[in-house]
């Protein structure tokens, strides 16, 4: 799971759960993975995201080094600052770990890179 | 000046022709005139465009065309378009000289001189093609028709391979193999400019592709979705029912960053039964993942997750460029979502690791709703969901006597893709191709 789709992610499916963001990251494997870097699209992308919760998801799992923790104005210029976001939001891999809804603590198991959001049919009833 | 062309399609998906490139021509919002009124009886369009770079742009996306031609001339018989062709080289008004009827059958069709000339120096490599079309000809037959065209001024060398100048001569017999005229309907005769994506077709065949399941999207009609999705570099599009993620390969190789969902955790791990006829186990690199580093394009991939459709997962201001998918049916899978018929029912916590959860009948016109909803909630405005749709047809056969039979159609080819273009106010509209 990158970065990026934890941006977006919620865990609304729980009843009773009204935002159910952003899911805190528990990570046993982390692998870093090259991307190719684009910088239209991060570009594009940046103002989609809740930068604060990026920068702490990447900050939980000890990858924020160098990563502001606010956005400047005329971030698009800023190249290096581009090619880091893109390194965060694409490149950092949880392998192996979970995700802790906020409001329930349900927890949701992450394996190969897959997280797996599914309910039982218990909690669905 | 506009410039008069020749779009040769493949007589394939004749059903999808027009959608794709409706989709094609206003996502680079290109201008066209029709010459000739298209109908999907004939395998070719007779456009106008404001450029040659339009259309190149066009056929850098069309599946479905196989090539285009700048048009010279056309005529209704090969004599005809002879003396067009000899009276285009005296045509010095630098236009057209035509006689235009909406129904084609005008034989005036006469070309300035210098868009012959042009292609003609002694510089300029050249080789003329002879095709036609559901009638076959031998080599020394063709050779024959290309000496025919010995007036035109070509000074340069013939060149088979790769030559500067490609000059394509086609005879049209019709779409009928069992109904061939002794005369072609109609000739044309031309510059070939650019092929359409024909090959892609190849490229990204499923019999090669390391990863597929048993719902596998083939890679004509996964383009041709992708097209009708009107997906560009940098786009960000979701699948919510990824399976294999056919669906993503064509959009990736339009430049479009793929994220994807599906209720099935074995198929996201590829652990379900391996779909090739003979294999035992799936393989190592069998992942969604690893087909896009077959088509060197994983730098587009985002995330696939394990997740029920008919419950909200992503945040509720997250909007898509486009939304491509083929929901299940309930015919070749269930349609089904988590759930269980009984009331107060728990599960232990030992129970809980590698639990499957138990499921329920999702009902197509229940998970249609949910999905037509989520697409007017996530989709940028202006932006389309590109999904398939079941239909049941009813067909009727003669035989003797009249006997009635009622078919369930498959899917797929038989079936019409909908593209629901998302409107202002939310409104979305299915438009059935069929
Ligand atoms: C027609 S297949 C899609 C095939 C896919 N295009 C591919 O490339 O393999 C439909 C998919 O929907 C999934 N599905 C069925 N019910 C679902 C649900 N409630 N939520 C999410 N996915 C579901 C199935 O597991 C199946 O993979």
């Known amino acids: 799971m990158k970065l990026i789709t934890h941006n977006m992610l919620t865990s609304k499916c729980i009843k009773g759960v009204l935002t159910g963001f952003p899911l805190a990251i528990n990570a046993t494997d982390i692998k870093i993975k090259e991307v190719d870097f684009n910088s239209e699209f991060i570009t594009r992308v940046i103002p989609k995201l809740d930068w604060e919760v990026l920068w702490c998801a990447a900050n939980s799992i000890g990858h924020s080094d160098g990563l502001p923790k606010t956005i400047e104005p005329k971030f698009e210029e800023d190249e290096e600052f581009l090619k880091k976001a893109h390194h965060v939001l694409l490149e950092i891999e949880v392998e192996e770990g979970h995700l802790t809804c906020p409001e329930s603590g349900r927890q949701f198991p ?6 797996n959001m599914l309910l039982t049919e218990a909690e669905v009833q | 000046m506009w410039r008069r062309y020749l779009m040769w399609f493949a007589q394939e998906h004749v059903d999808f022709r027009h959608a794709e490139m409706q989709s094609i021509l206003s996502l680079f919002n290109i201008q066209i005139r ?16 404001p450029s040659e770079d339009c259309l190149r742009k066009i056929a850098s996306r069309s599946v479905l065309i196989k090539n285009c ?6 005529a209704r018989s090969e004599i005809q378009l002879h003396k067009n062709l000899q009276n285009s080289l005296k045509n010095t008004s630098g236009t057209w000289i035509l006689q235009e009827s909406m129904n084609g059958t005008s034989d005036l069709h006469v070309c300035p001189k210098e868009m012959i000339e042009t292609y003609c120096s002694s510089k300029k490599t050249f080789k003329v093609d002879v095709e036609t ?30 030559p500067d100048v490609t000059l394509s001569y086609i005879e049209f017999y019709g779409t009928d193999p069992n109904n061939v005229p002794e005369e072609p309907y109609d000739v044309f005769f031309g ?57 993503f390969v064509s959009a990736a190789h339009f430049g479009a960053y793929v994220w994807g969902s599906d209720i099935d955790f074995m198929m996201l791990h590829a652990r379900t039964r391996p779909t090739r006829v003979g294999q035992k186990v799936r393989t190592k690199e069998e992942s969604i993942r690893a087909n896009m580093k077959q088509y060197g394009i994983e730098s587009k991939y985002l995330d696939v997750l394990v997740s029920d459709f008919s419950l909200p997962l992503w945040r509720d201001d997250l909007k898509f460029d486009a939304i491509i998918t083929d929901p299940p049916y309930g015919v070749r899978e269930p ?25 329920v ?22 932006r389309r969901l590109v999904c398939w749709y079941p239909l049941v047809r009813e067909k009727y056969f003669s ?7 009622e078919r369930k159609e498959k899917r797929a080819e038989e079936m019409a893709a909908n593209a629901a273009r998302k409107e202002k106010e939310y409104q979305n509209r299915i438009s059935d191709n069929t």
């Open chain 2, 335 to 359: 349609t089904e979502k988590i759930g269980i018929e009984r009331d107060n029912y728990t599960l232990t916590d030992e129970h809980l690791v590698n639990h499957i959860p138990s499921k």
């Open chain 2, 191 to 247: 510059r070939w400019v650019v092929d359409g994506q024909r090959d892609l077709i190849q490229v990204h065949s499923l019999k090669k592709r390391h990863f597929i399941g048993n719902t596998s999207m083939d890679a004509q009609l996964s383009i041709i979705m992708a097209n009708q999705a009107q997906v560009k570099s940098g786009d960000v599009i979701l699948d919510p029912f990824v399976g294999s993620g056919s669906l």
């Open chain 2, 399 to 405: 035989m003797g006597e009249i006997t009635r039979r």
């Open chain 2, 69 to 74: 031609i700048e048009l010279w001339s056309r």
């Open chain 2, 361 to 382: 009948e999702y009902g197509l016109p229940h998970m249609y709703s949910d999905l037509l909803n989520f697409a007017a909630k996530h989709l940028e405005m202006g």
């Open chain 2, 34 to 49: 029709y010459i000739e009124k298209p109908c999907i009886q004939k395998p070719y369009w007779i456009v106008e465009l």
């Open chain 2, 133 to 162: 079309f559901c009638k076959h000809y031998t080599m020394t037959e063709k050779v024959k028709k290309i000496e025919g065209f010995s007036y035109l001024p070509l000074e340069g060398p013939v060149q088979l391979k790769n």
């Open chain 1, 110 to 115: 992450i394996s190969k890179g897959i997280p």
